[in-house]
């Protein structure tokens, strides 16, 4: 964590030294020399890191680093907060004519002061190193790493102690395993077993490597354990003897002084004609596998090596080959962790009644994960079973639990493991996450975005912040730390999460590190320099008064008890936080927006969605660093003129859903003229179309990635396709009438170049769909709204050529009474909806038509007379959903006769369901 923050702090600096010299004047020098310090520093911190957990004197001395590294950054926010103006460019503005303007010399001497006292704190912190003798450099950390290598050996070898006959849920993976290790392919063989710490990753390979006819099959067995300290010749002369003690004989004395060179050829000698299985234990980078498969022979007599690791890309670099095969460890189900937890707690298969509730509730936080289970079942098997009270205190007192002093400290140095192991740059994004209440969704763009304004994402030249913030997400949960929660048809990133226990030692390690406070409504006290303040239930009398927050980076807000009131607000804005960056008030009980919030000169992401304001004042023009204002579900209509000052603004949202005759449709803002000056715009959702000028400026924002605009004329849409040609960035976008019955010309000679579009709403009736939508290889969802299309064979057909069409939702918008998928199109689609097609009667599908259609789902439709024909074609069908249609229909499906036609053609459908609409309610039944 420390070397995150001076990692990020020496990229200030940078940008200081780089920017601002004329403004820095005397100071210039104390900058580059804490820069320095810090960089030197930063040379061996992470490895420190690494080792801190068993020096308290390291400890110390690494928590002093975090502590003058964040006070510098405030010195740094506070210098860029009174001498930079907000109207310029770059990280600081343009300051070059300041310098000779200041007039609030004594604030520049006070800096001035707090830097010359950085500077020695700095000093002071490099000589006690010395002093104390704590390691100097990488190589002194590394030649005294053994022991923390050893203590890395002594938690898995923990892992195994789960006696065989406690182990449940193994037997079918283990079988799958011994059959691929056992199979008749003589070809050398890569197994890799992979998946989050816990899970019995080592566990399961144990036992396939003991299991008799595994020992048999092979005439050389080794087990190595790589882990993350990883030192090659180390790792090649432990296998040279573990090979030797097998043929009980000793190692050779020459291997002592071998080089890595002659240590290999040494084992290729020895391994060269013998059939071998090899298991490498815990790998943690691909370069450790790289190193080590030079040294296997492949001589075609059927070698096999397993490997484990917690790292997907580990796995799946190193098996390459087609006959090798990745295992990935899923957790236990529910009944088998139920069974587990009996065992270890009860040392049986039955829990007292008294407790069941308890019990089961204990188990939901250890979602599957069996060391996990095993662990918590050691600790409550010690407690009295009459004692219900103390079985509550522990599940209420989870957290606590985990924080390192309690019998579970041995899971939690496995899970660390994992986070000890993460680059400086990922730290910071994973710490952030323990601002989310337990099972809080987290939704993915929202948290990229909060990733890179709070500087948690290093820039990259030619890359995009947000495609560099999707790569960070992308490798912690390669990493098997970040769950995948939920996903979009098209296999984008939708939500994610965090395991509970990996959840309960990231709050841990946060709050050790100053990171993040959570306030509840029940503590009592908060930390003496809050960072990120996460609110889940806050009540009108905060610990501390608001005197911590001035350091305070940013404010989440997730519910209350009592209502988050403006004047509220207000007062704890009073509070000093002038270096906030991120404030998050969705939901609360807001009537205007106070004027505290438009002094935050440092405020780069503002959300006030969910509220009752109904007016954006003309001081947002003063919030010139804010890059995200979300303001969906608002009764705001209109905005100021003033936030065309906003040059950084980056996402801009502001509309509700609502309704024409009781139909979807979007309502938006009116902006005013000139958002064409916005030219950082990546994020527009949702403007009003309320005069041609608007559709002209919008071609000026080259670099949108998603825009929503409704309120489209039938006029306005030459001018649009138009300046739709100049938006080559553009991933999503989404167009709406003026009314329902409004045509969207959209056909035009002037084709637009969305070549990496692939999400598209079109709401308004169109003539025929147009000929630059049939042209959008990269699309994968499309919705269509109103459309009204003709009974026209071309009229569905053309879609059916997009080569990577997903999803296709026709929402009124086909007027024919047949409705056919031709032999070969749609051939990607996965999911279809039809949805109150008026006029429809039937559907048909043909031969290899939606070939990879998964889920079909027809409602409102209430002419269709019987199945779609041709079901029996759709082989990789999971889900048909009939909803909201005929009577006859429905009965017809709910009665189908086994033997009769249809059932025949629904029989290979795991999934089939029908609906109607009770009273607003959704009622369904299951086929």
Request: hydrophobic share 40%.
């Amino acid at each position: 964590m420390a070397v995150s923050v001076v990692g990020f702090l020496i990229n200030q600096l940078s940008t200081l030294l780089s920017q601002e010299s004329t403004l820095l004047g005397g100071l210039r020098a104390d900058a580059q020399y804490i820069k320095d310090e810090l960089g030197s520093m930063k040379a061996f911190l992470r490895q420190a890191e690494a080792k801190e957990d068993n020096d308290s004197q390291l400890q110390e001395w690494v928590k002093q680093v975090r502590e003058v590294a964040y006070d510098t950054e405030d010195v740094l926010d506070d210098f860029a907060f009174r001498f930079a103006h907000g109207d310029a460019d770059g990280f600081f503005g343009r300051v070059g004519k300041i310098y000779n303007s200041i007039k609030n010399l004594k604030a520049r001497h006070r800096i001035s002061l707090e830097i010359k006292d950085i500077k020695a704190r700095v000093a002071e912190i490099s000589a006690r190193r010395h002093r104390y003798q704590l390691p100097q450099s990488t190589q002194e950390i590394g030649s005294s790493s053994s022991h923390v290598a050893n203590a890395d050996c002594d938690i898995r070898d923990q892992a195994l102690l789960i006696e065989e006959a406690k182990l449940v849920g193994i037997d079918q993976p283990k079988k799958e395993l011994i059959s691929k290790i056992l199979d008749d392919h003589s070809h050398l063989k890569l197994v890799s077993v992979v998946g989050m710490g816990g899970l019995g990753k080592t566990t399961l390979v144990k036992k396939v490597y003991d299991d008799a006819a595994v020992k048999k099959q092979f005439q050389s067995h080794a087990w190595i354990t790589v882990s993350q300290n990883f030192q090659f010749k180390v790792i090649i002369k432990n296998l040279i003897q573990r090979l030797y003690e097998e043929i009980r004989q000793p190692v050779p004395p020459q291997v002592e002084s071998m080089d890595g060179i002659r240590l290999s050829e040494f084992v290729k000698d020895f391994l060269k004609e013998r059939r071998y299985i090899l298991v490498l234990d815990d790998v943690w980078s691909l370069d450790a596998w790289e190193a080590i498969k030079y040294v296997l022979p492949d001589y075609n007599i059927a070698s096999r090596v397993v490997l484990t690791t917690r790292i997907i890309d580990v796995a799946s670099a190193s098996c390459l080959a087609s006959h090798d095969f990745i295992h990935i460890m899923k957790s236990l189900s529910y009944e088998d962790s139920w069974t587990l937890f009996c065992i270890r707690t009860f040392q049986s298969n039955g829990c007292p009644s008294n407790l069941e509730e308890v019990c089961r509730k204990i188990l939901k936080k250890c979602e599957g994960l069996p060391l996990g289970i095993v662990t918590m079942g050691g600790v409550l098997a010690l407690k009295d079973k009459d004692r219900i009270d103390e079985w509550e205190m522990i599940f209420c007192g989870f957290g606590c639990e985990m924080d390192g002093s309690s019998k579970l400290d041995r899971i939690r140095k496995i899970l660390l493991l994992s986070y000890s192991d993460l680059p400086h740059h990922l730290k910071n994004c994973l710490l952030y996450l323990s601002i989310y209440p337990e099972d809080h969704p987290i939704d993915v763009v929202k948290l990229l975005d909060k990733w890179i304004v709070l500087g948690f994402i290093e820039k990259e030249e030619g890359m995009m912040a947000t495609d560099i913030a999707m790569r960070y997400l992308k490798e912690l949960i390669n990493r098997s730390l970040i769950q995948v929660k939920d996903t979009r048809v098209d296999g984008g990133l939708k939500e994610c999460g965090l395991h509970d226990f990996l959840r309960e030692i990231i709050v841990s390690k946060s709050k050790e590190q100053s990171f993040t406070t959570v306030s509840t409504g029940y503590c009592t006290r908060w930390p003496d320099k809050v960072r990120h303040l996460a609110i889940h239930n806050f009540t009108d009398n905060p610990p501390q008064g608001f005197s911590s927050l001035k350091c305070l980076r940013s404010v989440e807000t997730f519910g209350y008890e009592d209502p988050l009131t403006t004047s509220f607000l207000s007062k704890f804005l009073c509070g000093g936080p002038k270096f906030l960056k991120v404030l998050n008030l969705t939901g609360a009980e807001l009537d205007n927006i106070p004027k505290e919030v438009f002094k935050l000169f440092h405020l780069k992401y503002l959300v006030i969605s969910s509220t009752r304001i109904k007016v954006i004042p003309k001081s947002i023009g003063q919030l010139q660093n804010l890059e995200f204002l979300i303001l969906a579900q608002t009764t705001i209509m209109e905005l100021p003129v003033e936030i065309l000052k906003l040059r950084k603004l980056r996402t801009l949202t502001v509309g509700k859903e609502g309704d024409y005759s009781n139909n979807f449709a979007l309502w938006g803002f009116k902006s005013p003229d000139g958002i064409g000056k916005l030219t950082s715009l990546e994020s527009l959702e949702c403007i009003e179309v309320n005069n041609g000028k608007i559709v002209r400026e919008i071609g000026k924002l080259v670099q949108l990635r998603q825009l929503s605009i409704t309120k489209l004329r039938r006029e306005d849409g030459k001018e649009l396709v138009s300046s739709l040609s100049r938006l080559t960035n553009l991933r999503e976008l989404y167009i709406c009438s003026i009314k329902e019955d409004e045509t969207l010309d959209l056909q035009h000679s002037v084709s637009p170049r969305l070549g990496f579009l692939t999400w598209l709403g079109l709401t308004g009736r169109l003539e025929r769909v147009p000929e630059w939508v049939i042209s959008l290889q990269s699309l994968r969802t499309l919705l269509l709204h109103n459309s009204e299309l003709s009974e026209d064979e071309n009229a569905i057909d053309c879609l059916g050529h997009l080569p990577n069409l997903v999803k296709l939702t026709l929402y009124r918008a086909y007027e024919g009474e047949t409705l056919c998928f031709k032999a070969g199109g749609f051939r990607k689609l996965r999911q279809l909806g039809l949805v109150q097609l008026k006029r429809l009667k039937w559907v048909r599908v043909e031969e290899e038509s939606m070939s990879s259609l998964q889920e079909f789902v027809i409602m409102g439709c209430k002419l269709v007379e019987s199945l779609p024909l041709g079901l029996q074609n759709l082989t990789k069908l999971n889900v048909l959903g009939l909803a909201d249609m005929s009577d006859d229909l429905i009965h017809e499906v709910q009665n189908l006769d086994k033997q009769s036609e249809d059932y025949q053609t629904v029989s290979h459908i795991p999934q089939v369901w029908t609906g109607h609409r009770i009273n607003g309610r959704w009622k369904t039944k299951f086929l």
